[in-house]
């Protein structure tokens, strides 16, 4: 399969079609995937026969399992690839992410399957995100030495209470409930019914100007109730115990949970497994993204990711996760003591020249 097969564009009446073609990959995003989906997404703005946009994921598996952090991780270890890669790759997804978030067209994504990272980045980030009984959507960056990126910064300080934090420090896997119940997705649409919803939209009469409201019609008739949210009822022990300011704190209270002492000792002990950095700036990420637009999480992400390019958790996380697969990564510094909140601060330095701009 060639790198123009990684990525299929079509189209069924008003609507451009996108298809991630990497089945094998569970569909994740190269850098080149990036490149020929941006032009296809101004095409079709700009197309007046084009009234919506559908992205979807192929094979049984995934809607899009994230970046291709094994391409960056070989770039910046100066295995393969051009050394500018670990700026470069983060600086164009970004900003696609946010043409998806301005989009002037009804942007869908049917997030059928596992979502994370940067699948979460072209989907989340967009007007309508459809998720069925197979959607799994998770944050898991923390556990390969990284941080939430591709806009979490603001979504996941949008969901109820303190699960945003909660969620994007432990990685947690969430189910369709869930996932509408945090604003991931905007609609459930069993799988069976899903195909009818394609060909439906495929035979709107699209009137200018009023696509918003006809794709909501659409997507009305088809969705359905996928049940409680798990995360609703555990919510108060959440609240209770990711509302502190350091990571510490967060231990300590888990800790001491005794309303839900099960869950509180699961998560505590998950928490112990992340790259310890990750946690410190994560939690300092989502207390400064409060309230921010996409624009300014964007750019606060950015700085991020190439202050982590230049220290060691990312490329131990993704050997123990993906090169070697020993799933035991030897994080530097190996604990919360050693990365004070200096240490951690300097992940959000300005990087001069270097910071990300948009066009």
Not at 66 to 81: F, L, T
Not at 121 to 132: K, L
Not at 196 to 221: K, N, R, S
Request: proline content about 6%.
């Amino acid at each position: 399969m060639s790198e123009t097969d990684d990525i299929l564009f079509g189209r069924r009446g008003g609507v451009a079609t996108v298809m991630l073609n990497r089945p094998q990959a569970l569909n994740a995003f190269t850098l080149a995937m990036y490149r020929r989906f941006d032009p296809a997404l101004r095409a079709a703005a700009e197309d007046p026969a084009i009234h919506a946009v559908l992205i979807e994921g192929a094979g049984e598996r995934a809607f899009c399992a994230g970046g291709d952090v094994r391409a960056v991780y070989e770039a910046g270890k100066g295995i393969s690839g051009d050394p500018d890669f670990t700026s470069v790759f983060f600086a164009e997804e970004y900003r696609i992410i946010r043409r998806i978030h301005h989009y002037p067209k009804p942007y869908v994504a049917l997030i059928d399957g596992i979502t994370m990272g940067g699948g979460a980045g072209v989907s989340v980030n967009g007007a309508f995100r459809v998720a069925t009984e197979r959607t799994m959507f998770a944050m898991p960056e923390t556990g390969i030495g990284l941080f939430p990126d591709v806009g979490a910064t603001r979504f996941l300080n949008l969901c109820p209470g303190q699960v945003g934090r909660y969620l994007g420090l432990t990685g947690a896997r969430l189910g369709a409930a869930d996932a509408l119940y945090c604003g991931f997705a905007t609609h459930f649409v069993s799988r069976d019914r899903v195909p009818g919803l394609i060909a439906e939209l495929a035979g709107v009469v699209w009137q200018p100007g009023g696509e918003g409201a006809q794709m909501e019609a659409v997507l009305d008739h088809f969705k359905s109730d996928p049940g409680p949210p798990p995360l609703a009822a555990r919510r108060p022990a959440i609240d209770r115990c990711f509302a502190d300011d350091t990571v510490e704190a967060i231990l300590d209270r888990l800790q001491s949970e005794t309303g839900d002492s099960d869950w509180a000792g699961e998560t505590r002990a998950l928490l112990l497994t992340k790259s310890p950095t990750s946690l410190r700036i994560t939690l300092r990420q989502l207390v400064l993204g409060r309230g921010c637009d996409l624009e300014a999480a964007l750019r606060l992400e950015y700085r991020m990711t190439q202050h982590v390019m230049a220290a060691h958790d990312f490329y131990e996380g993704v050997r123990a996760a993906l090169v070697d697969k020993d799933q035991k990564p030897r994080w530097r510094p190996a604990s919360l003591v050693e990365i004070d909140e200096a240490a951690a601060e300097a992940y959000f330095a300005p990087l001069g020249d270097r910071e990300l701009v948009f066009d």
